[in-house]
């Protein structure tokens, strides 16, 4: 069974930057997509940015022109880079990756807090 682990979150004021990063390790095999979601206090976890293993990038509206999502498919590892950063980004961050098409696998989560 493989495992993600989340790495970078921290407390920042807004507008500042910050960079995130996840490596899939364990018994894993041809790793798809791998992406970042997010879940604020109260609400739903929500898409934040994806990235295929061809190089495609895809963001939700509310991070589009902020963040930059990045990956090292030799190294498993996906990173989040996060430019002016609002309050309404502070979330526990999580780190999705897409196992063979079928299997999603989950990160433990990295807290990220906006202050203003």
């Known amino acids: 069974q493989g495992h993600l682990v989340e790495s970078g979150g921290v407390s920042v004021q807004a507008g500042k930057s910050l960079s995130l990063s996840c490596t899939a390790s364990g018994n894993i095999f041809n790793i798809n997509s791998m992406g970042w979601y997010r879940q604020a206090p109260g609400k739903q976890r929500e898409f934040v940015a994806g990235?295929?293993?061809?190089?495609?990038?895809s963001y939700a509206d509310s991070v589009k022109g902020r963040f930059t999502i990045s990956r090292v498919n030799a190294k498993n590892t996906v990173y989040l880079q996060m430019n002016s950063l609002k309050p309404e980004d502070t979330a526990v961050y999580y780190c999705n990756a897409v196992e063979n098409y079928s299997n999603s696998l989950w990160g433990q989560g990295t807290q990220v807090t906006v202050s203003s």
């Open positions: 990235t295929t293993r061809s190089g495609s990038t």
